[in-house]
């Protein structure tokens, strides 16, 4: 064994060793339908003023550790109810570890529980802080197993329960009353994180409810909304349990550019609400047009991807991908998957070019 090998094997942990990084694949000359992107820019003028705005941003200074502007701007615009405020976190990835670094313990191993399948940083996040994690499986239908669910809850008591409202990689939402009995079945022993990604396009929120709630915590994200680039989650909760997540946040962890750009961008909200609202309008004309072709199931979706069946999902996304399209194999994710892509919706044109190409790689 090289020195190296044998450092390795002395200080890193076996299961990260076993682990794979990440993987996001080279997107340069594709269409890029994989990763749930707004395909949208803001209009020339707002990006020539943000430009600016850029410009004049001091980068040899720390952030301002409050962020007390831009929480100030999601709080008045995002539906944030009065006398609650927010974490924020390098994309809503980040405020995951944070939830389970905040909720791992030393004298005995927490767990985090999540409907199976859904968004694979719930489990990767449990992993890396050393927590169990339960998956339970949706139904066949997609819809939550309540009975296993709460069964689930019952034996296992996790500290954490994400639910993804909409769902990634389905892309429904669950019954609002049963998140609501997942809610107060964990009760005083375990947070529901709503994970709401996807609300743009689902306009459905549990926002409201975090007074009624106090074991709920709602987190969300302004990739979705046409800002992947800048990595900007955030959560809201009772003040009580965001003074505790914050202890654990690394400081400094949202940068100036961020700042300044998302505060920029939720001056201009209504641009990409127009934008989310156009990309809902572009999802039912695709997935009307998906259900049309022989031997292709379109899956009902609240978010801006669709889940797809096909008869050879291998063949569909190599040929896909041939045309220099680029969507998400999830066939071998999970049984329920089986035949399964996911698409992200996109602009009229860059749709017509996937429903063409699907078109050709069905024949
Ligand atoms: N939650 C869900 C359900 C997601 O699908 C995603 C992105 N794929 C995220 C969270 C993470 O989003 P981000 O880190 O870009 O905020």
Redesign the pocket.
């Known amino acids: 064994m090289s020195f190296l090998d044998q450092l390795i094997a002395n200080t890193i942990r076996a299961d990260v060793r076993a682990e794979k990084s990440y993987m996001v694949p080279d997107a340069s000359g594709y269409i890029k339908l994989d990763?749930?992107e707004n395909p949208y820019l803001l209009p020339d003028a707002l990006r020539a003023e943000l430009g600016q705005r850029l410009a004049d941003v001091l980068i040899n200074r720390y952030p301002v550790a409050s962020y007390a502007a831009l929480k100030q701007r999601i709080c008045a615009r995002l539906g944030v109810p009065a006398g609650y405020d927010v974490l924020l976190?390098n994309?809503?990835?980040?405020i995951?570890s944070i939830l389970a670094m905040a909720c791992a313990r030393q004298d005995r191993r927490a767990t985090v529980l999540a409907p199976d399948p859904?968004?694979v940083?719930f489990k990767r996040s449990a992993q890396f802080a050393g927590m169990d994690f339960v998956g339970v499986p949706l139904r066949d239908d997609f819809a939550l197993d309540m009975p296993a669910m709460l069964a689930a809850i019952e034996q296992h008591r996790p500290a954490l329960v994400f639910l993804?409202y909409p769902?990634?990689p389905t892309g429904n939402l669950f019954a609002e009353s049963e998140v609501v009995r997942i809610i107060d079945a964990a009760g005083e022993h375990g947070i529901v994180v709503v994970?709401e990604?996807?609300q743009p396009f689902a306009r459905t929120s549990f926002m409201d409810r975090l007074p009624q709630y106090p074991n709920m915590v709602v987190?969300r994200?302004?990739?979705?909304l046409g800002l992947?680039g800048i990595?900007?989650?955030y959560l809201s909760a009772a003040p009580a349990l965001l003074e505790q997540f914050d202890k654990v946040r690394p400081p400094y962890n949202i940068n100036v550019l961020t700042q300044a750009a998302a505060e920029f961008a939720l001056d201009h909200l209504d641009v990409l609400d127009r934008q989310a609202a156009a990309l809902n309008a572009e999802r039912a004309k695709l997935a009307t047009d998906l259900a049309a072709l022989p031997g292709v199931e379109v899956f009902p979706s609240a978010a801006n991807f669709l889940l797809v069946r096909v008869a050879d999902p291998d063949a569909v996304t190599a040929k896909l991908r041939a045309g220099r399209v680029l969507i998400k194999n999830l066939s071998k994710m999970h049984k329920l998957l089986s035949g399964c892509i996911r698409v992200t919706v996109s602009t009229p044109e860059e749709n017509s070019v996937f429903l063409n190409a699907l078109k050709a790689s069905l024949s």
Request: aromatic content about 8%; overall charge negative.
């Open positions: 990763a749930m976190g994309g809503s990835d980040e995951i859904s968004f940083m993804a769902n990634n994970d990604a996807y987190m994200t302004l990739s979705k992947a990595r900007l989650g």
